[in-house]
């Protein structure tokens, strides 16, 4: 799914159109705005993806900005799972894909956010968007 957002130069705001029934949702400008309406579509559109990413990112808030962006990944169809313990995600700019693994350790990913700026939760685990994509697909998934 693709959620688009609008940005409107003349009402200086953004705007999203349900799908489903034409309605025109706005927001105020601001780039936390735009988010706020990115994630009131998604939760239109896809509820429990949403407030699976809602719950941990109130459990987590230290990494709440990757959260959101591994929702978006998930959202976009952008998590591929290879095996139980394999999932390819894409990369948020499109041109190519990251392995994320699974151990007994936790997740470890490919990409360069992982590797040389990694952020961690309030138990010491590290994460990037495309580990959280994955912890969120298996979540969402297993909601619905």
């Excluded at 109130?58 to 990757?66: A, H, N, V, W």
Aim: net charge negative; aromatic share 10%; hydrophobic share 35%.
């Amino acid at each position: 799914m693709t959620i688009q957002i609008d940005y409107d130069r003349s009402e200086r705001n953004y705007k999203w159109v349900d799908p489903e029934s034409g309605e025109v949702f706005t927001f105020p400008s601001g780039k936390e705005n735009k988010a706020a309406a990115w994630r009131f579509a998604l939760s239109m559109l896809d509820s429990d993806l949403h407030d699976a990413a809602q719950r941990w990112a109130d459990e987590t808030p230290q990494i709440e900005r990757l959260i959101w962006k591994g929702a978006e990944l998930v959202a976009t169809g952008g998590v591929d799972e290879k095996s139980a313990t394999l999932h390819m995600v894409a990369s948020s700019d499109s041109f190519g894909r990251y392995a994320v693994e699974q151990s007994d350790h936790g997740h470890t990913c490919q990409c360069i956010s992982y590797t040389d700026h990694p952020q961690y939760d309030q138990h010491g685990n590290t994460f990037c968007k495309h580990i959280a994509a994955v912890v969120l697909h298996a979540v969402a998934r297993a909601e619905y």
